[in-house]
Nanobody, 119 residues
Framework: QVQLVESGGGLVQAGGSLRLSCAAS????????MAWYRQAPGKQRELVAT???????NYADSVKGRFTISRDNAKNTGYLQMNSLKPEDAAVYYC?????????????WGQGTQVTVSS
């Protein structure tokens, strides 16, 4: 059984910062790509950022220059540093990871963490 647990969400004023964490636990062989998604009320879930096992990153245009995705492979943990937050960044943020267990690779999701940005 593999679990992804996000933490670090909360309420912040516009212009502020938050750091989200995503800790993977269980019978993990290896973690390939990790990603952060977000979903605002009434909107579709959207991809925010991805990071490969080698550290290559990609970002949605809306967060480039403000958000930084990183990971600690030794801790099986991913992070999303969010700076200069805007009200439109408010959403539930979900962690996703491609995890290999034995000879199978599956896509796993965390339960989500709420980010609220006040103007």
């Amino acid at each position: 059984q593999v679990q992804l647990v996000e933490s670090g969400g909360g309420l912040v004023q516009a212009g502020g910062s938050l750091r989200l964490s995503c800790a993977a636990s269980g019978s993990i062989g290896s973690i390939n790509t990790m990603a952060w998604y977000r979903q605002a009320p009434g909107k579709q879930r959207e991809l925010v950022a991805t990071i490969t096992s080698g550290g290559s990153t990609n970002y949605a245009d809306s967060v480039k220059g403000r958000f930084t995705i990183s990971r600690d492979n030794a801790k099986n943990t991913g992070y999303l540093q969010m700076n200069s937050l805007k009200p439109e960044d408010a959403a539930v943020y979900y962690c996703n990871a491609l995890i290999r267990i034995m000879f199978k690779t599956g896509s796993y999701w965390g339960q989500g963490t709420q980010v609220t940005v006040s103007s």
